[in-house]
């Protein structure tokens, strides 16, 4: 049995690129999966289902003979999109019960050349909706000066793969833009923050991409969504609006910032 698990793992590995790249994506130990693949050792149940569900495998097709493997598994395998459109939805698809736990309301945090200075911060909706995870995340600021605002609406598709939350979305006001985040989730129980980057386009004071770290603080269910959205706008980094454990995450190595190509990477 242990045979024909390390022969099926690598046969799968084989379909999906480097060992390397497929270690990062399921968040394994390269030189832990190297014992998977060579025979020497059994994953955990924790990662065995991690392995399984990266591949949209069972557990029990992971350890069927080699040869029923590579007939079922392999050439029987039907492919994952059967159109343009669903090179993308198909990574999309099916993923309402592993993202089920980040269901709900977040306050996002990052920063932007839009509002110089200021930390952004605007609510999120993460629900399912017909086995996707969707998101929705709107943006209410106004400068104190009043001189200029931002209204903004987004809505998008998440995905897991391996060990990081992908978020897609699509601005539904003004020129269309294309928002992509990546956080790293939580594996306590109760979920509280998302860590990871933002990349998206500034439409003031000029057009202009950026990436950003990024932070993502669910918000508790006894507030009303009406006091949520009050809760967004732009503010100084010292704001009593923002959480010390937000502004040590945003601050860490801002001083680094720097424009090259047209882009402000905030590292």
């Not at 995870?133 to 903004?152: D, F, M, N, P």
């Not at 509280?192 to 950026?210: E, N």
Request: proline share 4%.
């Amino acid at each position: 049995m242990t045979a024909d698990f390390s022969r099926n793992l690598r046969s799968i590995c084989a379909e999906h690129g480097s060992i390397a790249r497929v270690c990062r994506e399921i968040g394994i130990n390269r030189q832990q999966f190297n014992r998977y693949l060579n025979g020497t050792g059994l994953p955990s149940a924790h990662n065995m289902r991690r392995i399984a569900r990266h591949f949209d495998l069972t557990e029990a097709d992971l350890f069927s003979s080699h040869e029923e493997f590579n007939l079922r598994c392999l050439i029987g395998r039907p492919k994952q999109s059967s159109g343009p459109a669903d090179l993308m939805t198909a990574a999309f698809r099916d993923q309402a019960a592993t993202l089920r736990p980040y269901l709900g309301f977040y306050h996002a945090h990052f920063w932007t050349p839009t509002w110089d200075g200021m930390i952004l911060k605007s609510l999120v909706w993460l629900r399912e909706i017909d086995g996707f995870v969707t998101t929705r995340s709107l943006e209410r600021i106004k400068s104190t000066e009043a001189s200029h605002s931002q209204k903004s609406r987004y809505e998008g598709l998440v995905t897991r793969r391996g060990n990081r939350i992908y978020i897609v979305e699509h601005e539904m006001m003004r020129e269309g833009s294309i928002v992509e985040t990546i956080l790293t989730p939580s594996y306590r129980q109760e979920v509280k923050y998302l860590r990871g980057t933002t990349m998206g386009i500034a439409w003031q004071p000029h057009i202009m991409p950026y990436a950003s770290r990024s932070i993502w603080k669910r918000v508790e269910d006894k507030v009303s969504i009406r006091d949520a959205v009050r809760a967004c706008g732009a503010f100084a980094p010292n704001s009593r609006q923002i959480e010390p454990a937000i502004r040590a995450f945003l601050t860490e190595n801002h001083a680094l910032a720097n424009t090259a190509n047209g882009m402000n990477l905030l590292v």
